[in-house]
């Protein structure tokens, strides 16, 4: 099983980002994925929630309304589109497998920073 985040940076106060993560090595329209993310110094968080078929999406309460995950069945891909962001986003983001979260990928930082 591989989870391989990309697509972070440094984006200003009030922007968008978006984030992918390629997997591979299991069937991924059989699993849930999932987002979380930890900033420095702190412990583990979690974003987000995807179901199988991408129709049923959960967030947290922290992202709710600004934060879009989606997947791509075919590309075997997750996505998370960020926007109006705030510097309280800034952390390595992860995808993980399913919502037990049983495997993780290699984050991705995001630094939200004027």
């Known amino acids: 099983v591989q989870l391989q985040a990309s697509g972070g940076g440094l984006v200003q106060p009030g922007g968008s980002l978006r984030i992918s993560c390629a997997t591979s090595g299991f069937t991924f329209t059989s699993y849930s994925m999932s987002w979380a993310r930890q900033a420095p110094g702190k412990g583990l968080e979690y974003v987000g929630s995807v179901n199988r078929d991408g129709t049923g999406i959960r967030y947290a309460d922290s992202v709710e309304g600004r934060f879009t995950i989606s997947r791509d069945n075919v590309k075997n891909t997750l996505y998370l589109q960020m926007s109006s962001l705030e510097p309280g986003d800034t952390a390595l983001y992860y995808c993980?497998?399913?919502?037990?979260?049983?495997?993780w990928g290699e984050g991705t930082l995001v630094t939200v920073s004027s």
């Open positions: 993980t497998r399913g919502t037990i979260m049983d495997y």
